[in-house]
């Protein structure tokens, strides 16, 4: 089994700033790729950014230029630099990981940080 600890949300004013980590822990597993998702109070839960292990990244629309996702193999960590904050970037955000153990394909979930934008 693989665990996935997320570490990093909070308060922030129009503007600023965060950085979300995100930690996967267990025994026998490579991963393959890492993303964060995020879902906002009523809505869905859609994705924000994500990072194979080679480093191939991918964004959604509303925060290119602002998001950047970036990895550490070595630690099985997954970072979500967020820069220019809006108010709409207010949600629950989520790691995300895929790969396989030494018995079988996985997908895992944090159990998410809240990340609040005020204006």
């Known amino acids: 089994q693989v665990q996935l600890v997320e570490s990093g949300g909070g308060l922030v004013q129009a503007g600023g700033s965060l950085r979300l980590s995100c930690t996967a822990s267990?025994?026998?597993?490579?991963?393959?790729?890492m993303a964060w998702y995020r879902q906002a109070p009523g809505k869905q839960r859609d994705s924000v950014a994500a990072?194979?292990?080679?480093?191939?990244?991918s964004y959604a629309d509303s925060v290119k230029g602002r998001f950047t996702i970036s990895r550490d193999n070595a630690k099985n960590t997954v970072y979500l630099q967020m820069n220019s904050l809006k108010p709409e970037d207010t949600a629950v955000y989520y790691c995300?990981?895929?790969?396989?153990?030494?018995?079988?394909?996985?997908?895992?979930w944090g159990q998410g940080t809240q990340v609040t934008v005020s204006s």
């Open positions: 995300n990981a895929v790969g396989y153990t030494d018995y079988a394909p996985f997908r895992s």
């Open positions: 267990g025994s026998g597993f490579t991963i393959n790729s």
């Open positions: 990072i194979t292990s080679i480093g191939t990244t």
